[in-house]
């Protein structure tokens, strides 16, 4: 047998050993982190948390990678997360990820994050657009959860989103009135929590599942890069975790290490200031300068001691500078002159400068950027040491780098620089245009690719002309506090940065208080939009808009009167807003007030006539008000005007289900599911009708479906009853809706429908009991009033007491 093959490394294997092979100097720093591994956790003197900490460019990236590979050698399990992580759950997926490639998966954790997701994008994606739940269920798109990631420290989320953001929410049901979805218990109650507190609920199962990991290898150690970005999100998360009772035990084995700017936040990390290490990096020392030059080639005295006294230790910039010895030799060369001295050829020198222009550069920018062409311009930029690929087939420059070379371009030449911005804006705008092709123009911007586009086009566009741009930027900010409150820390953050590089005072501020009301303010975007309603120039229209967002936040978070006010403001500033009187009608209707929504979906009705959802609206309420035939009507003429639409088919599904069509009812939930095969809403129904004509099985297929989308909702459970109960299987009936109500035990309808198979079951006080615990939910109950009259009259008559 011929001798095995040696594995080949990989690309970026041989490039990482080369990296490493290059690293010079923090011999302390590495030591102090090598021997905290020979400390054990029961000594005073071994650390569990590791904060290094320095100005831009000074090596903390390459320090925490360094110390990676340390703990890799000391039999390490290990995880890496930057600023590119949006939320908490983001954070603690992408450490599920990495452990389970190391062999380590965490499956607990997995499926709840999983079910999040699940259960996030169905509560956004139906919230306002589904029908009404069965008696006592809240809706899938009842309740929303706030942000998608962390709700740390009690309420924020990370840098940028787990993407979906929206406030936690109770629709009323139906004739019943407001129920408040956190009253239930059990599964139902857990999976409320899970979307309006998704880091208390998953924090604890990710400490079980660490300390189950730690059984298993020596070390834990979890690094969180660019910890300046996102330490004021994080921190309260980090120090509740640390702090005993608060999530659970963790085990002695774990390392964290942050990296960032700026010193922990004394008053969040007082009381674990004897578990951190505080790593302050400086500059390089002469010494460790001198060993990266000879590393690199540079030897001679004079270029040595010129690189030292300009770099003033500085790693990127000692990188940067032995890379171009030659620039060093002239005192008067500018910093970019410095960066780009080693390169001879005038095309690729500007292309380089024209390449700091966008925030991250990839092939296709190049040719916009650098309109005359420079071949193997996009390549060549990889080897610039200052030029880093952070994001996947996406380069960004060093922001030591960027900034004197955007400062460079915008006084050197006012007008190219507008040009450039220009032409870069035109081509996001491009890029924008396309990522919208097939999506919900009401959901653009909890989609990723058309986000970002969005953003880069705007951002060039404050660059160009800050003043003038602003505007536009602004009313961009009421788009994106209405649709998605995690990216609106996106948007703010963009105008922070263009101003910046514009070098503009006014976009400076803008961007700095929108992210604090973000930050500060936990996660509804409510105090930003405020800030633009009190500070911006806006118009009546955008005004209105502003106002309407704000009126969901609130409407969201069950501030009915609150959302009533706004839209009312709306409808003054601008009556012709459409959104402003369907956002009212929802409200009224909630509240049961009918006919006032009827009203408000009439005056939009006329303003916008072939705004498909009004109509949908109205044919949503006739349902509610139990006018069956006009809802019928209404939303037949909904599915015409947007046959897309799966909403409108499902609603006219119940319809016709209640007006005893079940045939009809059938094809329509067939082809409401066909369009949207995650409408849970629907396949519980759906359910129903196959149950009434005779298909318990496709019942029972479409309730287990409903149940893997939506996890722990009594309408499913209680809906299973209902199949059971029509086959004959009363006791797995009176168990199916024993789950229910431990779901949700104001579930009157649940109490009803467990009194007839307690009754066939030959029990009538507990039957008796039920229907007596549903009127004393639902005093206005009717049909259970009169299946208890019913019943008493027939245990009188059979001579049997109640409970015999």
């Not at 956004?124 to 008696?135: F, H, K, N, R």
């Not at 009842?142 to 989320?157: E, F, H, K, M, W």
Request: include cysteine; aromatic fraction near 6%.
């Amino acid at each position: 047998m011929s001798a095995a093959t040696p594995r080949r490394l990989s690309l970026q294997q041989i490039v990482e050993e080369q990296r490493r092979a290059a690293f010079v100097g923090r011999d302390g720093e590495l030591g102090l982190f090598r021997g905290n591994f020979d400390v054990p956790p029961e000594d005073p003197r071994h650390r569990f948390v590791f904060h290094v900490r320095g100005n831009a460019g000074v090596g903390k990236t390459s320090l925490v990678r360094e110390w990676r590979q340390t703990a890799r050698g000391c039999g390490a399990l290990t995880a890496s997360v930057d600023e590119s992580a949006e939320s908490v759950p983001e954070v603690l997926a992408l450490i599920a990820a990495q452990f389970a490639a190391q062999g380590h998966p965490m499956k607990a954790l997995d499926r709840l994050l999983a079910t999040y997701r699940r259960r996030l994008h169905d509560a956004v994606t139906e919230a306002g657009a589904e029908g009404e739940p069965a008696a006592g269920e809240p809706s899938t798109g009842a309740v929303v959860a706030a942000q998608a990631g962390l709700i740390a420290a009690g309420t924020l989320p990370v840098v940028g989103a787990f993407v979906g953001g929206i406030d936690p929410a109770v629709v009323a049901r139906g004739a019943g009135g407001l129920r408040a979805v956190f009253g239930g218990r059990s599964r139902q109650q857990d999976d409320a929590r899970l979307l309006s507190e998704p880091v208390r609920v998953l924090t604890p199962v990710f400490v079980a599942e660490l300390e189950r990991v730690a059984d298993a290898v020596p070390w834990i150690v979890l690094f969180l890069d660019t910890y300046e970005r996102t330490a004021p999100l994080l921190d309260g998360w980090l120090t509740d975790l640390l702090t005993p009772g608060r999530y659970g035990a963790l085990p002695a084995n774990l390392v964290l290490t942050l990296a960032g700017q700026r010193r922990l936040d004394p008053a969040r990390w007082a009381d674990h200031t004897r578990l951190v290490a505080d790593v302050p990096l400086e500059p390089f020392t002469e010494r460790e300068s001198r060993q990266l030059l000879t590393g690199r080639g540079v030897v001679e005295e004079s270029v040595v001691r010129e690189v030292l006294r300009l770099s003033g230790g500085l790693p990127v910039l000692v990188s940067t500078l032995a890379a171009n010895p030659g620039a060093v030799g002239d005192a008067s060369a500018s910093a970019v002159e410095r960066f780009l001295a080693g390169e001879s050829d005038p095309d690729r020198r500007a292309a380089a400068l024209a390449c700091a222009l966008p925030r991250r550069i990839d092939e296709d920018l190049v040719a916009v950027v650098v309109p005359q062409g420079a071949p193997g311009v996009y390549a060549w930029l990889h080897e610039l040491p200052f030029v880093a690929e952070r994001h996947s087939g996406r380069a960004r420059y060093h922001d030591v780098v960027r900034a004197p070379m955007l400062r460079l371009q915008r006084t050197a030449s006012p007008q190219r620089w507008t040009e450039a911005h220009d032409r870069l804006a035109e081509a996001f705008a491009a890029r924008r245009d396309a990522a919208a092709e097939g999506l919900d123009p009401g959901r653009l911007w909890a989609e990723e690719p058309w986000r970002d586009a969005a953003l880069d086009t705007l951002y060039h566009r404050l660059c160009a002309r800050p003043r003038t741009a602003l505007p536009d930027a602004l009313r961009a900010g009421i788009e994106v506090c209405g649709q998605h409150s995690v990216a609106a820390r996106h948007w703010a953050r963009t105008l922070a940065e263009a101003g910046e590089d514009a070098d503009s005072a006014v976009l400076r501020d803008w961007g700095r208080d929108l992210l604090s009301a973000l930050t500060d303010h936990g996660p509804r975007p409510t105090a930003a939009l405020g800030l633009l309603l009190t500070r911006a120039e806006l118009d009546d229209r955008a005004r209105a808009a502003a106002l309407v967002a704000r009126a969901w936040s609130r409407f969201r978070a069950r501030e009915f009167d609150a959302a009533l006010s706004d839209h009312g403001r709306a409808i003054a500033v601008n009556p012709r807003s459409e959104q402003a009187y369907q956002g009212r009608a929802v409200v009224l209707r909630a509240l049961g007030r009918y006919e006032e929504a009827l009203a408000d979906l009439d005056r939009a009705g006329e303003i916008a006539p072939t705004w498909a959802w009004v109509v949908r609206e109205r044919g949503e309420t006739y349902r509610r008000m139990g006018r069956l035939e006009e809802a019928l009507t209404v939303l037949d003429r909904a599915h015409a005007m947007d046959p897309t639409d799966a909403v409108p088919l499902g609603s006219r599904g119940l319809v016709r289900h209640r007006l005893g069509r079940h045939e009809e009812a059938l094809e329509d939930f067939d082809r409401a599911i066909a369009r949207w095969p995650e409408y849970g809403w629907a396949l519980v129904r759906r359910a129903g009708v196959r149950t009434v004509l005779g298909d318990p099985l496709g019942a029972l297929t479409d309730l287990d479906r409903a149940e893997e989308l939506t996890p722990g909702l009594s309408g499913t459970e209680g809906e299973r009853g209902e199949v059971y109960r029509a086959l004959g299987r009363y006791e797995e009936a009176v168990a199916s809706y024993g789950r229910a109500l431990e779901l949700n035990p104001d579930y009157a309808w649940a109490h009803g429908s467990r009194a007839l198979a307690h009754e066939a079951l030959g029990r009538p006080a507990e039957a008796l009991a039920d229907l007596d615990r549903a009127l004393e939910i639902d005093p206005d109950y009717t049909w259970a009033r009169t299946q208890r009259e019913r019943l008493e009259a027939t245990v009188r008559e059979s001579g049997q007491e109640p409970g015999s």
